[in-house]
Antibody, heavy 117, light 112 residues
Framework: QVRLTQSGAEVKRPGASVRVSCKVS????????IHWVRQSPGKGLEWIGGYDPEDRERIYTQKFQDRVILTEDTSTNTAYMELRSLTSEDTAVYYC??????????WGQGTLVTVSS | DIVMTQSPLSLPVTPGEAATISCNSS???????????LHWFQQKPGQSPQLLMY???NRASGVPDRFSGSGSGTDFTLKISRVEAEDVGLYYC?????????FGPGTRVDIK
């Protein structure tokens, strides 16, 4: 059974970095796509980027390309998203999601990142 | 980037009645395989989004058959044949054809 379990809420100062983890169970983290999506307060869904297992590459939305790093640790079967140079506009719930048998068919529970001075 | 639009943005419904949400893309989502790479998600209050339909018309595992999806190219529709109280929430379409993957703005479904 596929399950994605994310790390807990974070509070960060502007300019800091945050790393959100997404522990995968039910398959090997690099055998399927892992996507990262965020939802700002009262707003819609925004795709940040993801890992493509076919091309073995990470793809980022241009908006985040200079500030985000996506990694996967096969020893712990965990995916990570690190976002740098945080501003108040990065306050959002961050989700990981995977394409287990269908696109985005499993999601993590979400991690609230609050950026405040 | 492919721009996704949805209508209506707010949809009050009466339980037992049908509800229809439209989604349009700025470019065709038709892949060379013949499938349109358009997916629908439901987000209930306080929960993570959940996949409802994929490739325009395929119900995800566990989704009730009162949900159906149709369309091809740039015009798509999600239909709920008989709305139930548990269907309240936000509904998003998303294109999976090219990166960056993009979502529609969402349609809020609530009970009249």
């Amino acid at each position: 059974q596929v399950r994605l379990t994310q790390s807990g809420a974070e509070v960060k100062r502007p300019g800091a970095s945050v790393r959100v983890s997404c522990k995968v169970s039910g398959y090997t983290v690099t055998d399927s796509s892992i996507h990262w999506v965020r939802q700002s307060p009262g707003k819609g869904l925004e795709w940040i980027g993801g890992y493509d297992p076919e091309d073995r590459e990470r793809i980022y939305t241009q908006k985040f390309q200079d500030r985000v790093i996506l990694t996967e640790d096969t020893s712990t079967n965990t995916a990570y998203m690190e976002l740098r140079s945080l501003t108040s506009e990065d306050t959002a719930v961050y989700y990981c999601a995977t394409d287990a048998t269908a696109p985005f068919d499993h999601w993590g529970q979400g991690t609230l990142v609050t950026v405040s001075s | 980037d492919i721009v996704m639009t949805q209508s209506p943005l707010s949809l009050p419904v009466t339980p037992g009645e049908a509800a229809t949400i439209s989604c349009n893309s700025s470019q065709s989502l038709l892949h060379g395989t013949g499938f349109s790479f358009l997916h629908w998600f439901q987000q209930k209050p306080g929960q993570s989004p959940q996949l409802l339909m994929y490739l325009a018309s395929n119900r995800a595992s566990g989704v009730p058959d009162r949900f159906s999806g149709s369309g091809s190219g740039t015009d798509f529709t999600l239909k709920i044949s008989r709305v139930e109280a548990e269907d309240v929430g936000l509904y998003y379409c998303m294109q999976g054809l090219q990166t960056p993957l993009t979502f529609g703005p969402g349609t809020r479904v609530d009970i009249k």
